[in-house]
T-cell receptor
Framework: EAGVAQSPRYKIIEKRQSVAFWCNPISGHATLYWYQQILGQGPKLLIQFQNNGVVDDSQLPKDRFSAERLKGVDSTLKIQPAKLEDSAVYLC???????????FGPGTRLTVT | GENVEQHPSTLSVQEGDSAVIKCTYS??????FPWYKQELGKRPQLIIDIRSNVGEKKDQRIAVTLNKTAKHFSLHITETQPEDSAVYFC????????????FGKGTKLTVNP
């Protein structure tokens, strides 16, 4: 079984630029999560999708972050404009409707200079 | 909202010794408690989890105990090996469901050969 895929793995941008991350969950997993993991901390949930609908985006900074999962499979997370404090690893995870376990992708390490 | 405290933040043990990491949570409705292992630069990987209807679960050298009354749970690793060295995160489900997780800040475990 293929795992959660993410790209790019690394991204360096200047502040005020925009960036987009892509995630492909495990086949058949209806639930998809985006997390932000700042160095030295645990993952923090940004947004949760169930199929193509948003279940929870209460911790997503909506003035600059957006995410979509149009066909209920792949998802993109966008930051526009980026700030220095957005430097982090952005992790995507997925889970099936019948299970609780969340499986993580390798993450995208974002550096904002 | 749910808060998960994790201790210690760093732990150093000799190979063959046991390691114990403790977490407390605040939401009495939490019913799912996974533990993730994250090696440097890699994705978090689920190593063991426990649900609220069980007090203890074991998988080879790894065990997790849960005390719902006190709202704390612990990870126990016996006969530690150098490859156990990593950052370990506990998490607790929120809002009574088992799909959204709040993570602790992590424990960096070092096993010295």
């Amino acid at each position: 079984e293929a795992g959660v895929a993410q790209s790019p793995r690394y991204k360096i941008i200047e502040k005020r630029q925009s960036v987009a991350f892509w995630c492909n969950p495990i086949s058949g997993h209806a639930t998809l999560y985006w997390y932000q993991q700042i160095l030295g901390q645990g993952p923090k949930l940004l947004i949760q999708f169930q199929n193509n609908g948003v279940v929870d985006d209460s911790q997503l900074p909506k003035d600059r972050f957006s995410a979509e999962r149009l066909k209920g499979v792949d998802s993109t997370l966008k930051i526009q404009p980026a700030k220095l404090e957005d430097s982090a690893v952005y992790l995507c995870a997925s889970s099936s409707t019948s299970g609780n376990e969340q499986y993580f992708g390798p993450g995208t390490r974002l550096t904002v200079t | 909202g749910e808060n998960v405290e994790q201790h210690p933040s760093t732990l150093s043990v000799q190979e063959g010794d046991s390691a114990v990491i403790k977490c407390t949570y605040s939401d009495s409705a939490s019913n799912y408690f996974p533990w993730y292992k994250q090696e440097l630069g890699k994705r978090p990987q689920l190593i063991i989890d426990i649900r609220s209807n069980v007090g203890e679960k074991k998988d080879q050298r790894i065990a997790v105990t849960l005390n719902k009354t006190a709202k704390h749970f612990s990870l126990h690793i016996t006969e530690t090996q150098p490859e156990d060295s990593a950052v370990y995160f506990c998490a607790a489900s929120i809002q009574g469901g088992s799909e959204k997780l709040v993570f602790g800040k992590g424990t960096k475990l070092t096993v010295n050969p």
